[in-house]
């Protein structure tokens, strides 16, 4: 062993018994993660657990939030004393998850680590995350984080390297004690795939035109890969990528593109008139929201406008295989997939499920409720690559936001929709009345509920068509005679006591829909709900925190 390379062991007296990755890894405050050996141990476990990883490839970057390169210096010298045969990082640590999945499949990398806490807040303050890609490049399966949480528990010594961190801030070739590094750029390889699947000389001559776009990066990883594609490939303006440096803390704020944390611009888009587009990206860049001039797209339309227009993105100009949503992603896709034939499946919520049928060839676009779409190029959801479409689709049909939209509702009905979450319930009381309200399902049955009957109430169940494998529990669901749902769940990803999660929706196919309000139109499911659920009475909230 050369000299600068002190291989160790450490030994500890006790494991850490909490370290249960939730719906994409590992995700805790930072002051957690800032534990002694804590975030050590958990790694330890992924390299114990992840198959291949013994002269193995893995990718490695994160969000840029606190604790980023803490982590990768950490992970370089574990993965060195773990017998790992080479790691591809990038120039200060910057990875966007979607560019972190195209990496695993360009270089065959046997997975890959995220350092995010995706949407959630950073910092000393905030929260930390260690996410778990596979060879697919998509999240890890719950078998495989639960092999690893099995694993962390009974991890009582870790293997490192002593040895001063290696720069970061320059691309270049490393070696640690025989497992090389290679330090990246980690934005060229995601923007060529970009350039690959979408017409950018199209949506260059939309920038060029009357059109004026603006883009927030909420001081996350987006801001790079933002800049590059919009400022200097497509030529918009400099300064149409706002907060567009990777800030630790996020600048202080929520990096979650919904109305209520990316309140700027959407104030901007809704109440202004200097812009046509607008569009923000979270932490990791995963997920996306879009909005045009007073008009904000929900992500469910949001999916079926780009699987009724792929046909006019180059790399799916053949068609669709199919579509996939979660399940309390609205049935706006749906409709859109019956008129144009081809298959729609229904996950539960996760972005792990889509994998499958990606894999399988079953489907080409897929997406979320909660801002996530993405399609077969990678395995993960991806912001910008929404906001590349959405770009493509008003510069081949050189229409705006708010026409594209009621055109569709006009051909197809308007799902109205909204989510609206409680958070920070103490999770007693969340469990409680969620609980509670499994217990009522068998009664439920053919009573009244709001403007209709209920004609079926359950828990979600997924049998995946590939592997058979059964996923249970995945959200207490309330369907009416006339179509509407009413979905309740508890977040898998939140840090702080529990959240509830309430969808809500109601499908009209009237052509009065345009100018209706989503709240006003469900209210009458809004108040239907928190009766039988007694959310305000048994949370003590007097309304949600926020409302999509
Ligand atoms: C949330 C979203 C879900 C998404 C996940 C990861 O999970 O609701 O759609 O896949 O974040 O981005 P939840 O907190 O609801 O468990
Ligand atoms: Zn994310």
Not at 36 to 41: A, D, F, G, I
Not at 63 to 91: F, K, P
Request: hydrophobic letters at 40%; proline letters at 4%.
């Amino acid at each position: 062993m050369s000299k600068e390379f002190i291989r160790r062991t450490v030994r500890l007296s006790s494991s850490f018994s909490d370290q249960k990755p939730g719906t994409s890894g590992l995700r805790k405050s930072s002051l957690q993660f800032e534990q002694p050996h804590y975030l050590e141990t958990f790694v330890q476990a992924i390299f114990q657990t992840l198959p291949g990883l013994k002269g193995g490839l893995l990718v490695l970057g994160g969000d840029g939030r606190y604790g980023n390169m803490r982590a990768i210096d950490l992970i370089l010298r574990m993965a060195a004393a773990n017998g790992v045969s080479r790691v591809i990082t990038t120039t200060n640590g910057i990875l966007s998850t979607p560019a972190a999945s195209n990496l695993i499949r360009i270089h065959n990398a046997v997975g890959g680590i995220i350092l995010s806490a995706s949407h959630n807040s950073g910092g000393p303050e905030g929260d930390f995350g260690v996410k778990i890609n596979a060879a697919n490049g998509g999240p890890a399966s719950e078998s495989l984080t639960n092999a690893i949480f099995d694993a962390s528990k009974s991890i009582l010594e870790y293997e490192i390297i002593d040895m001063p961190p290696i720069n970061l801030e320059n691309m270049g070739k490393y070696s640690i004690d025989g497992m090389s590094v290679d330090v990246i750029d980690g934005v060229e390889d995601y923007v060529d795939l970009m350039q690959r699947i979408f017409d950018f000389d199209q949506i260059h001559d939309l920038l060029k035109s009357n059109f004026s776009m603006v883009f927030d990066a909420l001081n996350a990883v987006t801001g790079p890969y933002a800049k590059r594609i919009f400022e200097e490939l497509l030529f918009a303006p400099y300064g149409t990528v706002r907060n567009g440096i990777p800030l630790e803390d996020f600048g202080g704020c929520h990096p979650d593109p919904n109305l209520t944390y990316a309140k700027e611009i959407a104030d901007l888009l809704i109440h202004g008139n200097d812009y046509s587009f607008g569009a923000a990206c979270d932490g990791d860049g995963d997920r996306n929201m879009i909005l045009g001039r007073a008009c904000f797209v929900n992500p469910s339309d949001s999916l079926a406008v780009l699987a009724d227009n792929a046909h006019l993105v180059p790399a799916y100009r053949d068609g669709l295989v199919g579509v996939a949503r979660s399940m309390p992603t609205s049935a706006a896709v749906d409709v859109v997939a019956k008129e144009k034939r081809f298959s729609c499946f229904e996950t539960p919520t996760g972005w792990k499920f889509f994998g499958n049928l990606l894999d399988s060839n079953l489907i080409s676009l897929c997406g979320e409720e909660s801002f996530g779409t993405g399609s077969n190029h990678i395995r993960e959801k991806d912001g910008l690559w929404a906001v590349l479409f959405w770009l493509q689709i008003l510069a081949a049909k050189k229409t705006s936001v708010a026409e594209l939209i009621s055109k569709h509702w006009l051909k197809y009905g308007r799902h109205f929709y909204s989510r609206h979450d409680y958070e920070q319930v103490p999770s007693d009381i969340a469990v409680q009345l969620y609980e509670r309200m499994e217990s009522m399902l068998p009664n439920l049955q053919g009573q009244k509920f709001a403007h209709s009957n209920i004609y079926k109430a359950d828990n979600f169940s997924y049998s995946d068509p590939i592997d058979n494998s059964l996923t249970k529990g995945q959200g207490i669901r309330i369907l009416l005679d006339d179509g509407s749902r009413v979905i309740l769940r508890l977040s898998g990803t939140g840090t702080q006591g529990s959240t509830l999660r309430v969808y809500l929706e109601k499908y009209s196919n009237s052509s009065q829909n345009i100018s209706l309000d989503p709240q006003l139109e469900l209210g009458s499911l809004i108040l239907a709900i928190d009766d039988l659920a007694e959310i305000k009475k048994r949370t003590g909230f007097e309304s949600p925190t926020v409302i999509t």
